[in-house]
Nanobody
């Protein structure tokens, strides 16, 4: 099972940018589909973005499309979430998730499809 550690969160002004990283130290990390989810205070966890282990398939939620980009570097076993044009409503704890899969195109958008989760990193966007 994957061991995931997120980093890169913090405080940023609205309109600014931030890049989150998720390091995967589990076995077969380069065969893990990876996703980012977030949970704002008082709200349910929601899907943000996902990427297949090959990098050939990416998915983004409508709320971040055009602003956030997910990518990965399998040589470093790390997945990134580049967040641009940040808005106060992007404030949340961001979680990285992973699932081992043999499908190179699998990039799940549902939380129950993942079996490993990081501890989360806080992102606060001030207005």
């Amino acid at each position: 099972q994957a061991q995931l550690v997120e980093s890169g969160g913090g405080l940023v002004e609205a309109g600014g940018s931030m890049r989150l990283s998720c390091a995967n130290s589990g076995r077969f990390a380069d065969r893990n589909a990876m996703g980012w989810f977030r949970q704002a205070p008082g709200k349910e966890r929601e899907f943000v973005a996902a990427i297949s282990w090959s990098g050939g398939t990416t998915e983004c939620s409508d709320s971040v499309k055009g602003r956030f980009t997910i990518s990965r570097d399998n040589a470093k076993n790390t997945v990134y979430l580049q967040m641009n044009s940040l808005k106060p409503e992007d404030t949340a704890v961001y979680y990285c998730a992973a699932v081992l899969t043999w499908s190179s195109a699998y990039a799940p958008k549902q939380g129950h499809e993942y079996n490993s989760w990081g501890q989360g990193t806080h992102v606060t966007v001030s207005s």
